[in-house]
């Protein structure tokens, strides 16, 4: 069993930063790929970033390349989203996430364990 646990979502202005925090525990087994999705209110899930725990190839979503840095500490079993030039549609619950197999998926169905989400809203 995995248990997530995330940290550091919170109100924004608009162009800021924020940084969200992810703490693992339990059995992350060396082929897993973890990642972060959003969910804005009334709408799906959708994949932020991503990567696989052993070799570490990373993914973003199309919307945030270049903006949102993902990054993880192996020892602390934690993983991280760096958001840069935050925007009002990024308004989201942020949910870090899990899955068993090794490569990183871009479904929100295809991952197996979810933390409770922390919430950032970007003001304008």
């Known amino acids: 069993q995995v248990q997530l646990v995330e940290s550091g979502g919170g109100l924004v202005q608009a162009g800021g930063p924020l940084r969200l925090s992810c703490s693992a525990s339990g059995r992350i087994l060396s082929t897993y790929a973890l990642g972060w999705f959003r969910q804005p209110p009334g709408k799906e899930r959708k994949f932020v970033a991503g990567f696989n725990w052993i070799g570490g190839s990373i993914y973003y979503g199309d919307s945030v390349t270049g903006r949102f840095t993902i990054s993880r500490d192996n020892a602390k079993k934690s993983l991280y989203l760096q958001m840069n030039s935050l925007k009002p549609e990024n308004t989201a619950a942020y949910f870090c996430?899990?899955?068993?197999?090794?490569?990183?998926?871009?479904?929100?169905?295809?991952?197996?364990?979810w933390g409770q989400g922390t919430q950032v809203t970007v003001s304008s």
């Open positions: 996430t899990a899955r068993s197999g090794a490569v990183v998926r871009q479904r929100a169905t295809e991952y197996d364990y």
